[in-house]
């Protein structure tokens, strides 16, 4: 469907007797907050397929979990343990798994305990213990292939800043610093033969998505240190990342030094690493490093390379080989589809109609999502199910900006005659972030109800290209806030929205933006900020190191242009809001303290502001989950009924 022909094209069986935004919905809060697991990082084995399983039933626990070569599921770390990692306050990469005498082991992070864990799926030993002063945090973790040890990031808490090393963990608990120096550090990945490791790493000012150096070094295993280093990041600065192996030794990584992140492969001779640029892939291959664990690429025998790339904010499947590329049919994976030993693939399956699944399955052919992250009421049908329509729009100083759109969805309720629905626009966080245009409950939740949706895929957003991402420097709180008026604009043009009753909603730095917008026009009835940023003079002063120079880029640095902070702090700009506002917001939030939100409350007239005590950045407990929902929800009806 082209972007000017987006239309409801659901079929319904009679008119609904609510109006749009009051429709009955078989989506309740106990379905979005209660036995909704969440599926990440899924590695394979031989013929193992292993990931990390969130529980909301167990209160949240993390647990590595595996399908064995015979079809059966279960845990590889014994009750009581849970597995993350606070390195950088996001964390990810918090485990590893190999086959040992064809059996799983599994070195893990535990989320309360810290250290290093291994366990054989029965029993867990500690190889490492996370210390009280100094504290070590342990991420990005990788079994080195040739001994009982581990490759990883350590990220030691004391006095002052956080300070980051790779080191490389043997059993006994024996750690040896290998690089330090640098004030980030990712991905330390060893050659199949153990002879090298790559990673890359990053200095403030610079994020992750903007100047990375991309290393190779031999690894003299008599002493466990590194040989001379390599620098392959190239003449340009760029974000170079996610170094991997393919099986036969050669090292590739993604690189956005041609415009946007495409693989570069690189062999080794006894003059040296060389590179070799792929040809572009029409698709932009690479996330932004908010969290460690990430795969994009996946290399395989034949110097071909399996790859996710997005293309127009939807992600694909694609296979390099022999210099060209070409599509494959293989669902709708969330990172790289992982290879297994008898020719299939492993990959989280998530598609825009159905929850997320684990898949197993070969290309072009039907696959098996054996292990689902929720099971839908019975009587649910694709009808009653919003699919996003990528929507492109013209926005300030002649740019293009992108959104993914969702009618309402019901088989049982619908339109009456003439009436348009009521829009929820959703500002992502980050900002260098994306709409994700996979099945999610805050979406449904809306649309179920009778709401139209417009995610917007701000000027900063990733997927885009370097370009596009970086047309947010400099320009937060302003070309984010265009583009969401601009998509709002373009929906109204269209029909297909009721120009009474939009309603902005946001997140962390999606709160700045809906604040923002609220400010600057009149297009919204309401705006909900959840945990949002309303003081960047206070959130600059007060950040954890991962984030304490992002600000550099998308504003400016601090204190020289205080000024330019001030005036793009929604605290400043609380005159211009004149309709409603909700706030929710985590007492125990510190990245985006409680205070941001209190201090703007008390400037707002018309607003709210509801607490979670126990809450922090991102609302997790299944009662906070529910009571948020309906306590929004039940917002926005007071708000249009008046």
Known sequence: ???????????????????????????????????????????????????????????????????????????????????????????????????????????????????????????????????????????????????????????????????????HVQSDGRETVLAKGADFYAAPRPSPDGRFLAWFSWNNPAMPWTVTTLSVAPFDRTTDTLGPVSDLTGPEQCSIIEPCWSPDGTLYATSDASGCWTPIRFSHDDTGWHPHSLNGANAEIGLPHWVFGQRTMAPLPGNRLLALGIRHGLNHVLLEDNGS??????????????????????????????????????????????????????????????TPTPLTFPTANGAEAHGLFYAPASSTSALRDGEKPPLVVMAHGGPTGRANPSFAFKVQWWTSRGFAVLDVNYRGSTGFGRAYREALDRQWGVADIEDCLAGVQAVLDRGLADPARCVIRGSSAGGLTVLGALAQSNLFAAGTSLYGVTDLRALAEETHKFEARYLDGLIGPYPEDEAVYLKRSPITQAEGITVPVLFLHGGADRV???????????????????????????????????????????????????
């Open 1 to 167: 469907m082209k972007n000017d022909d987006i239309a409801y094209t659901h079929s319904f069986p009679r008119a609904s007797a609510f109006t749009s935004g009051n429709w009955p919905s078989w989506i309740t809060p106990e379905l979005v907050a209660g036995r909704t697991l969440s599926f990440s990082e899924l590695r394979t084995a031989g013929n193992w397929i292993i990931w990390l399983e969130n529980r909301p039933d167990e209160q949240g626990r993390s647990v590595i979990t595996a399908r064995d070569p015979a079809g059966h599921v279960r845990d590889l770390i014994p009750p009581g343990y849970s597995v993350g990692t606070r390195v950088h306050e996001y964390g990810g990469g918090a485990w590893d798994v190999r086959l040992k005498n064809g059996a799983p082991q599994v070195v893990f992070s535990d989320r309360k305990l810290g250290g290093l864990w291994f366990s054989d799926g029965t029993t867990a030993t500690q190889w490492a213990q996370a210390g009280e002063n100094p504290e070590h945090r342990y991420a990005d973790l990788t079994f080195d292939p040739v001994s009982d040890a581990v490759f990883c990031v350590r990220e030691t808490h004391g006095e002052g800043v956080p300070v980051a090393a790779l080191v």
């Open 592 to 642: 985006v303290p409680l205070s941001q939100a209190e201090s703007m409350r008390t400037k707002l007239e018309h607003s709210a502001l509801h607490v979670y005590p126990e809450e922090a950045h991102g609302f997790r407990a299944r009662e906070t989950i529910e009571d948020a929902l309906q306590r929004e929800l039940a917002f926005y009806q007071q708000v249009f009924s008046h």
């Open 325 to 386: 590329w070409t599509d494959v049919a293989l669902g709708t994976p969330v990172n790289v589809p992982q290879p297994l030993e008898d020719g299939r693939f492993a990959w989280i399956d998530a598609p825009s109609d159905a929850p997320a699944a684990i898949a197993v399955g070969r290309p072009g052919e039907p696959y098996d999502r054996f292990r689902t992250s929720v099971t839908l009421p019975p009587g649910v049908t694709k009808a009653d199910i919003a």
